[in-house]
């Protein structure tokens, strides 16, 4: 992203089939005057069709770089059948996971004991700084619902305390 430039990214959550190999790569490159809200998610499976985290694999990667310097970098794999799911069940047996990213104008004012408000039954947070203006958030969420009314939530604080007007999404997030 050039000078100035904003770019928000909310993908519907990834829905993984049983035994779908997945691998995904994602490389963010910002001038250090851009902002950014990169929001991922990720479903269990299919769970109204038992398909509970019933995948092969998942390899997840991310690099974020501000002119040029190597700010976050984010690798996991998960394969059900070892332990590198225990943690996401750990607090929900269907967990889903969203995570995001912040930067710019989106950090000036990080309303972080909003953010911490709402941590709840259903929803567990975590969040903080990285460097140079980034910010990093990791929930943990029950079900698809908690994920997407923390997806609006975090949205509405996140432009609020910026104190800039969200623009009108092509969809829903609730």
């Known amino acids: 992203m050039g000078e100035d430039a904003f770019l928000e990214w909310i993908p519907e959550a990834f829905i993984p089939h049983a035994d779908a190999a997945y691998e995904q790569t994602t490389r963010i490159h910002l001038a250090p005057s851009s902002s950014l809200l990169f929001f991922e998610w990720i479903a269990p499976g299919r769970v ?62 990080w309303p972080a004991d909003a953010i911490d408000q709402l941590n709840s039954a259903t929803t567990l947070i975590g969040h903080g700084p990285l460097g140079d203006g980034v910010f990093v958030l990791r929930a943990l969420c029950e079900d698809s619902r908690s994920t997407r009314r923390l997806l609006h939530d975090l949205r509405v604080l996140l432009y609020s305390a910026a104190k800039i007007a969200p623009p009108t999404l092509g969809r829903s997030i609730l």
């Open 48 to 109: 109204a069709s038992g398909e509970a985290f019933a995948y092969q694999n998942l390899r997840w990667e991310l690099d974020l770089r501000i002119g040029g310097n190597l700010i976050a970098r984010e690798r996991f794999n998960l394969k059900p059948g070892d332990h590198s799911l225990s943690g996401l069940k750990a607090a929900f047996p269907k967990a889903h996971y969203l995570s995001l990213y912040a930067s710019g104008e989106m950090t000036q004012h």
